[in-house]
């Protein structure tokens, strides 16, 4: 069963914004690390932001700065609010939870994100 699910992609024009969203049950939202990664077209997949259960964030360098990753304990949900997009940021955006960061985890689904130069 799907136990990640993301929505909020779409196609943007640079310098563009867009908010993803990642909702999980309470057991994986609450006992793992909560990220994004992103995988462009003939590329690996690669790590974006990641956020703790205190709320601790980390980025990945390529989006500091334009990139904020949040989380709402109520809701079972992360959000990833990315703005000055740019065309090299184009790929599909997965949500991940593993317990450590050497575990991979499971992903959702994925959504595209489109950015149009």
């Known amino acids: 069963q799907v136990q990640l699910v993301e929505s909020g992609g779409g196609l943007v024009q640079a310098g563009g914004s867009l908010r993803l969203s990642c909702t999980t049950s309470?057991?994986?939202?609450?006992?793992?690390?909560m990220g994004w990664y992103r995988q462009a077209p003939g590329k690996d997949r690669h790590f974006v932001a990641r956020i703790r259960g205190d709320g601790t964030t980390i980025y990945a360098d390529s989006v500091k700065g334009r990139f904020t990753i949040s989380k709402d304990n109520a809701k079972k949900m992360i959000e990833l609010h990315m703005t000055n997009l740019k065309p090299g940021d184009t790929a599909v955006y997965y949500c991940n939870a593993r317990p450590h960061i050497f575990d991979n985890g499971i992903y959702g689904q994925g959504t595209q994100v489109t950015v149009s130069s």
């Open positions: 309470a057991s994986i939202f609450d006992g793992n690390l």
